[in-house]
């Protein structure tokens, strides 16, 4: 049900680690205060995860409220981006990776190139 998106316009993960054992009005005021959305649009689904990351947290808000919605996976953990603490919007594609156990940040690194010797 969550993979389809269905009734959701837009949405935005708050990367970094957040404490799960909020609730909505704890939650709906961290998107409010912390990161500046004080009016998201109806459709909008935020996500968040905790340190464990084998389960996942997302209030939607809709015209007569918010919902919230809690995703636990059995076997494994969600890829969540650890790298800051921000809250970006991302495609219904990428969406789909990360609820497939992909990692939204690329993880090949560049290989440093070695300086050629000097041709003779």
Avoid at 10 to 37: K, M, Q
């Amino acid at each position: 049900m969550l993979r389809e998106l269905a009734g959701v316009k837009r949405v935005v993960i708050v990367t970094g680690r957040t404490d799960l054992r909020r609730g909505i009005p704890g939650l709906s005021a961290l998107i409010n205060l912390h990161y500046g959305f004080r009016s998201p649009e109806y459709g909008t689904l935020f996500l968040f995860c905790g340190n464990r990351r084998d389960r996942i947290k997302g209030l939607i808000l809709e015209e007569d409220g918010w919902l919230m919605l809690v995703k636990h996976v059995s076997n494994g953990v969600y890829q969540w981006p650890r790298n800051s603490q921000e809250a970006r919007d991302i495609t219904p594609e990428q969406f789909r990776l990360l609820m497939d156990g992909f990692t939204l940040e690329g993880t090949i690194k560049p290989v440093k190139q070695k300086a050629s010797p000097p041709l003779k």
